[in-house]
């Protein structure tokens, strides 16, 4: 969990002009030089209570670090994405091919997202997100780097509940029952400790066995996780899908200057003997890649899903 620094002076907030609540954005008066030590960029109530995007100067490194907050927890940093960024590698590296179609699981601070978008066999991104603020945070360039996530036409935005969705007609309003080639997920802490109880089915065999009917033969799933690798999961994902591995991602905590870790459990999905690989269902990207950077999708949610999750280190 990361904390303002307790040498730092406490804000003086002031209100933009024409500000509206929701949402609420505030700034701390900071001096000249290359950022103010604290910004609140966006702050929104939603049903899950009060979503909060801040930036702040980490003294220790000189840069600016982005940081998500639900009420008083810490859900997101963007000091440690290594995990993020290897969620993508690791899983898309599992599908053979080109012109894939890709399904992203929390939208966060968009760091799986675009790093799938650097794949160039990937056709088609659909990222799908509970929260709509956290959309918007993406569409209005709140965040660092978002426009090689909006504007890319390859990109399709979302606003819906991932596990719901897996557990019903999928990952496209446009196209249900269309097949994809790979899903990347990063929305709970862990298959264990997950974000709302509402989700826990999902990491279960049957939960499983229900997120390859949105598969394609062949097709790949992977999962972030904040814990080491948990075998007692890792059996359960070999009862649905092939070459099951619980990849162990290391990277430099340069805050306590030690090495820290995370999961991706990597799996494929091996079908029975039926359509080949690239026969697909519902409306492929040609009718719907180009057109996502333009609007964001609504669809009915079952359940809060932040697309979010506690970094703890």
Known sequence: MIAVHPEWPRPAWTSEPGDTIPPKRTRWRGGPGLSARFEEIDRRDTPIGTISLRRRLEPSLRIDVYEVKLGDEFLMSSLFPVAE??????????????????????????????????????????????????????????????????????TRLVCGDFFAMANGAGFDPDAPGRRFDAVLLDVDHTPRQVLHPSHAAFYRREGLRRLTDHL?????????????????????LAEVFTRPVAQVVRF???????????????????????????????????????????????????????GHRTHRQ
């Open 252 to 306: 430099h905590n340069h805050l306590q200057d030690r090495e820290a870790t995370n999961t991706v459990y990597l799996a494929e999905w091996a079908a029975p003997p039926g359509p080949d690989r690239h026969q697909r269902t519902g409306s492929g990207p040609e009718q719907g890649a180009g057109q996502g950077n333009q609007r964001s999708d609504q669809q009915g949610a079952a359940g809060p899903d932040t």
């Open 216 to 236: 394609l033969p062949g097709g790949a799933f992977a999962l972030w996780s904040n814990d080491p690798p948990d075998e007692e999961f890792t059996r359960t």
């Open 85 to 154: 960024i290897e969620l993508a590698r690791l899983g898309l590296a599992r599908v053979s091919g080109t012109g894939l179609d890709v399904v992203v699981g929390g939208l966060g601070l968009g760091y799986t997202a675009r790093a799938a978008l650097a794949d160039p066999r990937v056709r088609s991104l659909t990222v799908v997100e509970r929260l709509g603020a956290v959309i918007e945070w993406h569409r209005e360039g709140l965040l660092p780097h978002a426009a090689e996530l909006t504007a890319d036409p390859r």
